[in-house]
């Protein structure tokens, strides 16, 4: 009785594997090659790295010591914290929507200078006694090509508007300590409450002084 021996296609010698596995990783290598690609850095802010913000950072603290101001005036702490946190040459604006400036009574304001802050920020507590200022979402941006930093959050005012100024709001007498010439107010007997939504951005320099202070009310909530 005679064998014959069947030779399989799946069967090779070693020397044809070690040609295949070495061909393998020769395109393999090539591969890896072609796909790392140096990308140039991108020079839109949008895309660009923030940076990290130790959670002790003194910057993290500003939005509460502003929301402690707002509903706790007090005119000594206001210019504690303006003349220790601002810069001198500080430019604050106040920008509110058509829809409250239809109120006749608030308007978009900008002023410059730490003392003429504290005379503005005087006004609107005068007229309403009750001022709820509250702090919904805080965030703190940095930027690898930005010198300074910032402060966003998302804020609300709500209270009780009971003293109208009869004179305009930016012409209402205010002295050097926050001091409000209450002359030039007047009660109202039917006091209206507002409800205000918006946002408070703080643009801070490399010393992390706040140079931009910007509040922008953009919604009327009734």
């Known amino acids: 009785m005679h064998c014959r021996t069947i030779s399989s296609p799946f069967t090779s010698s070693s020397s044809t594997v070690s040609i295949t596995q070495s061909r393998y990783i020769e395109e393999n290598s090539r591969k890896k090659k072609r796909s790392r690609v140096t990308r140039r850095p991108s020079t839109n802010p949008a895309f ?3 940076l990290r913000i130790l959670r002790r950072d003194v910057r993290r603290k500003y939005a509460d010591m502003i929301n402690n101001i707002f509903n706790n005036y007090d005119t000594k702490l ?13 430019h604050y604006s ?13 308007r978009s304001v900008y002023v410059q200078g730490v ?14 006694p009750d001022q709820i200022f509250c702090l919904h979402s ?31 709001i930016n012409s209402v007498n205010v002295d050097d300590e926050g001091n409000v010439d ?6 109202q007997l039917n006091p209206e ?8 951005i703080m643009y801070l320099d490399e010393n992390h002084h706040i140079r931009v202070f910007e509040i922008v009310m953009d919604k009327y909530v009734k």
């Open 78 to 90: 206001v210019s504690e914290f303006c003349h220790t946190f601002m810069s001198p040459d500080l």
């Open 182 to 187: 209450q002359s030039q107010f007047e009660i």
């Open 48 to 50: 660009l790295p923030s």
């Open 193 to 200: 409450t507002i409800n205000f939504e918006g946002m408070c």
């Open 138 to 168: 805080v965030q703190v941006c940095k930027r690898s090509n930005e010198v300074g930093s910032r402060v966003v959050a998302k804020v609300s005012m709500r209270g009780t508007l009971l003293y109208l100024p009869q004179v305009p």
């Open 115 to 128: 003392t003429s802050f504290t005379r503005r920020v005087a006004i609107p507590f005068y007229m309403i």
């Open 94 to 106: 106040d920008t509110v929507c058509q829809e409250i400036q239809s109120m006749s009574v608030f």
